[in-house]
C-alpha cells in the first residue's frame, strides 16, 4: 500500500467553533449558529476532539511548536512573534518528509511573520499560490464583488482561488509520490468587513444574544463583531470543502490523513488571543483517516497541537527526532474507542512570552504559563506588575479621555497594543467607566495576580479566581507542582535560568519596524 498523504487545513486565529460542537457545547453556544459541514464531514468520518489546546496563543510560537513538535520555549526564537527567526539546526515535519521521499507545500500562512517567511517549510521554495492569496480578505472580496456577480457567485471565486492553487501543488507532484499539504488561510485574523456575518452568511448578531461568554458585555456592537467572525468561520470551512472535493476527484481521498484545526482563538477581543484561558488556547479539531480512524468517535483525550509533528512523522513511518516532544496521537488514532483513551492525556500546558514587541516599556514580554485539566485551569503570571494586554497609554484611568473610535477600531498600537484592533476593543474603551462593564474591562485589560485557579465545574468562562481559596488550597498546589515539575523536565527558560534569556535581547528587544508604526499611530 502507499505511503499516507497527509493534509493540515490550519486556520489562523480560529478558536472552538463548528456546528460540530454544538452536541458537546447545547443549543445556546455559539457553534449552534453556524454550519460547517465540511468540518463536520471530518469529523463524523473520523474523529472530533473536545480538548485540544495550542502550545501558546501567538501565531509563530504555535507554529513554531507545532511544526518542531516540541514546545514553544524550546523553539529558539520561535518562541516569540515579531523578530522571530529559525533556526535551521531544528527538524521539522515537513522537511524530514521531504527528506524521506514526500512532495510538500504550502498555501497562505505556516510560520509567519517569521524571518525568512515559512522557512520551516521550506519557505517560498514550497509555496503554491499562484491564483492568488484573496482568500485572506475573504469579506472583504467577496462583499465587494457581491455588487456585481451575487453573493454566492462572489464566494465561489475565492474558493476557486483555493482549488486552483492546491491543484498547482498536486500538478507538481512526481507520479506516485505521497505528499503532504498545508493549507493555511489567515481569513478568520482581522481585519473582516463589517456586517459581513450577516450579509454573507445570514448571521444575524441579535441571535448571539446570551450566548456570549460572561466576561463580553452582551450588547449589539460586540455581538456583531463576533457574528462577522463566525462568517469567517464558515468561510473556511467552505474552502475546505474545496480541498475535500479535489482529494476525491484525483481519487486520493481515503488514503489521506485530513486534520484540522486553528493557531488560536479569535482576536480583538479581552481574555480571547495571546491569553491562556480558553477562548485563547482552545481550538477545534477533527482528523479522518479510513481505515485508520474508526468513523463517529468523539475523543476527550487533552492534546497539545504539538503533538502533530510527530505525529505526522510515525504516520509517514519515518523516524521521529530525538528533538520532538510532543507524543504522537497515532495510538489515539488507532484505537476504535470513544471518550478517553489514552489514561496519561489528561492536561494541556500552555504559555506566552512576547506578542507585540512594543506591547510595554522596555520591549517587556508578559510571561506566563498555564496548566488546563478537565476541572480545573491554573495560570502562573510571572511578572504582575506588567499589563498582560500591553501598555494602557492612560487609559487604566477611567476618567482619561480615550482615542479615536476609529483608532481603537483600525489601529492596534494606540493603546492595549497586545489585542488587535477590533469595534469590540473601542467599544469597551469607550465604556470602561460604567458601572455594569467595570468588571468585564478589568478582567480583560487589568493586571493580574501570581496565581489564578479556576474550578471550571462551577465557572466555565473563569470568571471568579478561587487561586487564594482556602477551600481549593489542594487544587492550587497540586496544579502548581504538576505545571512547575514539567517546565523544569522540558528546560523552560523562565523556571530553570536566571535571568531568564526572555527578558533581553534578541528575545524582547528592539523592533524599529513596530515602533515607527505605533508612533505613527500615537501622532494621528
Request: aromatic residues 12%.
Amino acid at each position: 500500500m502507499n505511503k499516507p498523504n497527509i493534509v493540515f487545513a490550519f486556520a489562523d486565529d480560529w478558536g472552538r467553533y463548528a456546528s460540530a460542537y454544538e452536541s458537546i457545547e447545547g443549543p445556546d453556544s455559539l457553534s449552534a449558529l453556524i454550519d460547517t459541514p465540511n468540518f463536520d464531514r471530518v469529523a463524523r468520518e473520523g474523529a472530533l476532539f473536545t480538548n485540544t489546546f495550542v502550545p501558546a496563543p501567538s501565531c509563530t510560537p504555535c507554529r513554531s511548536s507545532i511544526l518542531s513538535g516540541q514546545y514553544f520555549w524550546q523553539t529558539g526564537m520561535g518562541a516569540i512573534l515579531a523578530g522571530a527567526q529559525w533556526d535551521e539546526s531544528i527538524p521539522t515535519y515537513p522537511l524530514e518528509l521531504e527528506k524521506a521521499g514526500y512532495h510538500i507545500g504550502w498555501t497562505y500562512k505556516v510560520w509567519s511573520p517569521g524571518e525568512t517567511k515559512n522557512a520551516p517549510y521550506g519557505a517560498e521554495r514550497t509555496a503554491y499560490e499562484p491564483a492568488g492569496t484573496r482568500f485572506g480578505l475573504f469579506s472583504f472580496r467577496a462583499t465587494e464583488r457581491a455588487t456585481e456577480v451575487g453573493v454566492e457567485a462572489a464566494k465561489e471565486e475565492l474558493y476557486d482561488e483555493t482549488r486552483q492553487n492546491f491543484d498547482a501543488f498536486l500538478k507538481a507532484r512526481e507520479e506516485g509520490k505521497p505528499f503532504c499539504y498545508w493549507w493555511g488561510p489567515t481569513n478568520t485574523h482581522r481585519k473582516w468587513q463589517k456586517g459581513s456575518g450577516k450579509a454573507l452568511w445570514g448571521i444575524e448578531p441579535d441571535d448571539l444574544k446570551g450566548r456570549l461568554p460572561e466576561f463580553l458585555p452582551d450588547v449589539h456592537d460586540i455581538r456583531e463583531d463576533v457574528a462577522d467572525y463566525l462568517g469567517e468561520c464558515m468561510a473556511f470551512d467552505g474552502g475546505l470543502g474545496v480541498i475535500l472535493e479535489r482529494l476525491e476527484a484525483i481519487g486520493e481521498l481515503n488514503n489521506t490523513l485530513i486534520v484540522v484545526s486553528g493557531d488560536h482563538g479569535i482576536p480583538g477581543f479581552p481574555r480571547a488571543k495571546c491569553n491562556l484561558y480558553d477562548i485563547g488556547c482552545e481550538v477545534a479539531m477533527a482528523a479522518r483517516w479510513p481505515g485508520r480512524i474508526k468513523p463517529g468517535r468523539v475523543v476527550d483525550d487533552f492534546v497539545n497541537l504539538m503533538d502533530l509533528g510527530p505525529t505526522f512523522m510515525e504516520v509517514a513511518e519515518v523516524p521521529v527526532p530525538s528533538s520532538m516532544t510532543g507524543k504522537s496521537l497515532l495510538p489515539v488514532f488507532a484505537s476504535d474507542v470513544s471518550g478517553q483513551v489514552d489514561p496519561d492525556r489528561t492536561f494541556a500546558v500552555t504559555g506566552r512570552e512576547r506578542h507585540v514587541s512594543i506591547a510595554r516599556a522596555g520591549h517587556l514580554p508578559y510571561p506566563q504559563r498555564a496548566i488546563r485539566t478537565k476541572d480545573f485551569l491554573y495560570v502562573r503570571n510571572f511578572a504582575p506588575d506588567r499589563w498582560p494586554a500591553g501598555d494602557p497609554n492612560g487609559l487604566d484611568d477611567p476618567n482619561a479621555e480615550p482615542p479615536a473610535w476609529e483608532d481603537l477600531e483600525q489601529e492596534t498600537y494606540v493603546a492595549y497594543p497586545d489585542m488587535d484592533a477590533s469595534p469590540t476593543k473601542a467599544w469597551m474603551v469607550y465604556h470602561r467607566a460604567e458601572s455594569e462593564v467595570q468588571r468585564a474591562f478589568d478582567l480583560g485589560f487589568g493586571k493580574r495576580p501570581l496565581e489564578e485557579l479556576y474550578d471550571l465545574r462551577k465557572d466555565p468562562h473563569y470568571m471568579d479566581n478561587v487561586a487564594g481559596d482556602p477551600e481549593y488550597e489542594a487544587a492550587r498546589k497540586e496544579h502548581h507542582h504538576r505545571l512547575m515539575a514539567l517546565l523544569r523536565e522540558q528546560n523552560d527558560p523562565r523556571v530553570v535560568e536566571e535571568p531568564c534569556r526572555f527578558e533581553h535581547e534578541p528575545y524582547a528587544g528592539h523592533d524599529p519596524r513596530r515602533e515607527d508604526r505605533q508612533r505613527r499611530a500615537l501622532k494621528r
